[in-house]
């Protein structure tokens, strides 16, 4: 928890659609200003980066006023800026990045560059407290399925698996295209799930063949599922049959959360980790949440999943992140550093 002595961490997040800017010092949140352009994209039914990156340049300081006002502390105060530098789209992190360099060249303060997927489950610590050693992380969203064993959130990451195709919101996105739902799609499907039998139909688990472990153990694929909904429904149509879309709806959603729990279990048992933290805006999925609970219990895994707000894309996660690299005593970023769209979990910071 937060300790006098430790550093006022400033952590802006623009990666996609979410202008965010937290302040957090040691584990605690001071505060955490979110400013969305979503309803903007809702319009076209996904993101358009050039929308988004104007809508970054539109909020930033306003959102940046809010959280000191709200916080009540002054600019002055800040000790150092976190900022995403990656994975995400280049142009939104392009404003956040100008906006960082720009408050760490006025204000005098050390500027850290780091990794969006890795803040998803660093922001658990502001939650939960600080990782109790080895920890697995498994951070889903509508950009990212990726499986991370974290041995020191600020100093050592390791990749085990990431989706090859989609991301699981994604998925769910164009699942609910699929079914006629509103964009995004991922909260409808799983609301419909939960009136559906989720055994009425057997969808494929992508990657679990006995000829995947070699390779894709900890992999994902959701495209072949999709697809697999998609063939299901039109044959459907073609007969004449009216489309059970709860239960479609409910059998795709236990499809995704099957897959993504056994592989995450699977690496804790292979790890030996007891500790799971999920992170990144589709922890929000009912199915998934179901499901990791009753196997975590079985396998005495002790599970992490903060609240929405905190898994959403937020500046908490990058705030959090800053923190725990400023107190590793990681050196700074430079003032010249560029912006990574396909940024590797190997990289804490730039
Ligand atoms: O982290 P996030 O807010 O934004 C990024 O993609 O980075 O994640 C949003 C994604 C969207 O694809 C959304 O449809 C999905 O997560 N999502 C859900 C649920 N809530 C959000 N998918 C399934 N069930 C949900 N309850
Ligand atoms: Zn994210």
Redesign the pocket.
Known sequence: MASGGDPLVLGIET????TGVALVRGDELLFDAVASSMDEHARYGGIIPEVASRAHLEAMVPTIRRAMSEADVDLSQVDAIAVTAGPGLVGPLTIGASAAKALAIGLNRPLYGVNHVIG?AAVNQLVDGPFPGRTMALV?????STLMLVDDVAMSVTELGSTLDD????A??KV?RLLGLPY????H???LARAGDPEAIRFPRGLTAAKDQAKHAYDFSFSGLKTAVARWIEACVDSGREIPTADVAASF?VAVADVLTAKTIAACRAHEVDTLVIG???S?????RELAAQRCAEAGIDLRIPP?RY???NGAMIAALGSAVVRAGVAPSDLDIGVDSSMPMSTITV
């Open positions: 990666s996609c659609d979410e998803h889903v969203s509508g950009g990212h991301a699981a919101g994604e769910f996105d609910g995004p799609g991922g909260p499907v799983d609301r959603a990144g805006g589709f929000a999925n009912s199915q998934l929405i898994c959403t894309d």
